[in-house]
């Protein structure tokens, strides 16, 4: 049948089992738009304030359901606000497909109005970047874009469609979505290898990343760490891969790990790594990390391989396929000297923070209480990310949703709405810091317009609490912009946007507002007052071993 780029456009979505697109209008996308509007009844469509917001948004829809997610804009600043986003998605491996528009064909590289070349721009930060001429080539190209988005390592992908190809026919042809495909390149003597090194090794450790989440590996994770009576760390992205109360569990690893996991990697003689990149807020100094252990390393993403440390062993391939074909080669052991060590270390090392007063670690811990370790948490970047993945127990995967390996302030809200729509029936909660909410406090205008029932706890201290936590401890209490003390009422902005809106100021009020908040109806913001001071620990100095992770009381008055 003969169907205009824009019918297609429309057309490829629903093949591709897309109910949602998240986006922002535009001169050059009106074509699109108004196809959408035809099938609105079919795909939602979610206007952001904010492109930045959309992408954000198609990102924590994706993290949430394990789908493709999805946002459009318009040429030129269109397109050019959904880079962050797009940037954000790309160091965390979230599947999202973002199409955009540009000017006609005849009218590209004239430096036209809103012509931007959005392709060249994002190529970095996708996993590949098409720009479709023609509209021959338009159904294919977008059938493409999702099998790149979902197979292996997941990514972002870029589709850039000229106007004139959004207005063009030519003949199309329903086809059924391609399958993901999740590629292994081990070979049995791989394997063989690798069991030779868990069966050979009296102290090994887990050390468990993002891969775990993605390639739905969590009970071949536990199986392994069971049979061989291994501790397992995780790090932000493996959040809810281990159960959180499992014996064998040691939290954290990294800047703000926990000493146990820290110390426990930094003993251990086997380092087995799953799904991991070896980022450097987890390793520290690279030159003494695990220094005693061989190294295992178990990734899909081959580039990863031998690229931040160097690895004994290694297997490429998805995690889960691997975990199966290698549990059977392992023999079942325990390990009392060695998980004796690691429990020592717990009860030495346990994470702490002053029951006296409001702190962000109570409300976390109060939040949990309440929601029984159920919502799905996001976050925004700073001292609070790090409070929230340690003291909110994630029991299972893409529970905590949270920009990694960016680190990009502004994105929990976005990613709270995105959350929120993919799975209506959890609680969500985005928690973020006061400069945080201020970079894209706009998006509570979206989630009032749609009576999206999220939760936004801003953990206000008036400053941009990490970057002062380094000024106070590196920069001899300096403190250059990053004082937030002004006239901003966050309560008074949320309820202008629409939102029921409540200020927490007494540890006495955290769980009356938390529990009126979890039972309103629709948005709620919880202006959440602490010390500017408050301090995320344990902590890891730049270029230190994780080993010399150091809390509040092993500082001296003067760095306090």
């Keep these: ?26 001169g050059a996308i009106l074509n699109i738009y108004d196809e959408l509007y035809k099938h609105s009844g079919e795909i939602r469509h979610i206007l952001t304030s904010h492109e930045q917001g959309a992408a954000h948004a198609a990102d924590g829809y994706a993290r949430a359901t394990g789908r493709v997610g999805v946002c459009m804009a318009t040429s030129g600043p269109g397109a050019t606000n959904l ?13 999202l497909v973002a199409i955009t528009a540009n000017v006609a064909l005849p009218l590209l590289g004239k430096d036209t109005f809103q012509e931007v070349d959005i392709a060249g721009v994002t190529m970095p930060i996708t996993k590949h970047g098409f720009i479709v001429k023609d509209v021959n080539d338009l159904a294919g190209t977008l059938r493409r874009a999702f099998a790149i988005a979902r197979d292996d390592r997941p990514g972002p992908v ?27 390149h081990f070979l049995p003597e791989d394997l063989e290898d690798a069991a030779k090194l868990i069966n050979n ?63 426990g990697v930094s003993s251990c003689d086997l380092l087995i ?60 052991r325990k390990n009392p000297e060695w998980l004796a060590k690691i429990n020592e270390w717990k009860k030495l090392y346990p994470l702490k923070y002053d029951k006296s007063k409001l ?41 905590f949703i949270t920009s990694g390996g960016a680190g990009t302030m502004g994105y929990g809200l976005g990613a709270a709405i995105g959350a929120k729509v993919g799975v209506p029936e959890k609680t969500v909660v985005n928690i973020g810091g006061d ?44 403190y250059s912009q990053t004082v937030l003390t002004d006239k901003v009422d966050y309560v008074k902005v949320a309820e202008a ?23 309103a109806e629709g948005p709620v913001v919880i202006d959440c007052v602490i010390d500017p001071d408050d301090s995320v620990f344990p902590m890891v100095s730049p270029g230190a071993s994780i080993a010399e992770a150091f809390d509040e009381e092993d500082l001296g008055p003067t760095e306090k």
């Design 1 to 26: 049948m003969q169907l205009t780029g824009s019918e297609i456009v429309i057309e490829v979505l629903k093949e591709q089992g897309v109910d949602t697109v998240f986006g922002y209008p535009g």
């Design 83 to 95: 880079v962050t986003g797009i940037a954000t998605a790309y160091m965390d491996s979230v599947p």
């Design 158 to 184: 870029l589709v850039d469609i000229t106007k004139d190809a959004t207005a063009d026919k030519c003949n199309f042809k329903k086809e059924k979505p391609h399958e993901p495909v999740r590629t292994g």
């Design 201 to 263: 090794s009296k102290r090994p450790f887990i050390y468990l990343g993002g891969g775990a989440v993605l390639s739905g590996a969590s009970a071949e994770v536990t199986a392994l760490a069971e049979k061989i009576d291994c501790p397992v760390c995780d790090t932000l992205m493996g959040k809810g891969a281990f159960d959180p109360w499992h014996p064998l569990y040691t939290g954290m690893i990294g800047m703000h790990g926990t000493k146990t996991s820290n110390l």
């Design 273 to 332: 790594a799953l799904g991991t990149r070896f980022s450097d807020r987890v390793t520290g100094n690279t030159k003494k990390f695990a220094s005693k252990a061989k190294i295992l390393h178990i990734d899909i993403d081959n580039a990863e391989i031998n690229k931040n440390i160097r690895s004994d062993r290694h297997i490429t391939g998805d995690l889960k396929a691997v975990l199966n074909a290698l549990l059977p080669r392992i023999a079942e």
């Design 359 to 399: 702190t962000s670690q109570y409300v976390i811990e109060a939040l949990d209480e309440l929601t029984d370790s159920e919502a799905v948490i996001t976050t925004d970047v700073g001292q609070h990310q790090m409070w929230t993945a340690q003291y909110y127990h994630f029991l299972r995967p893409r529970q």
């Design 435 to 478: 400069g945080c909410f201020r970079m894209n406090m706009n998006e509570l205008a979206t989630a009032s317009r749609y009576n999206i029932k999220i939760i936004d706890i801003i953990i206000n201290n008036q400053v941009l609490g990490m970057v002062r936590q380094w000024q106070t401890l590196f920069y001899g209490k300096r």
């Design 497 to 519: 946007l629409g939102c029921k809106a409540y200020r927490i100021t007494k540890r006495k009020d955290v769980k009356n507002v938390l529990k009126a908040a979890l039972e």
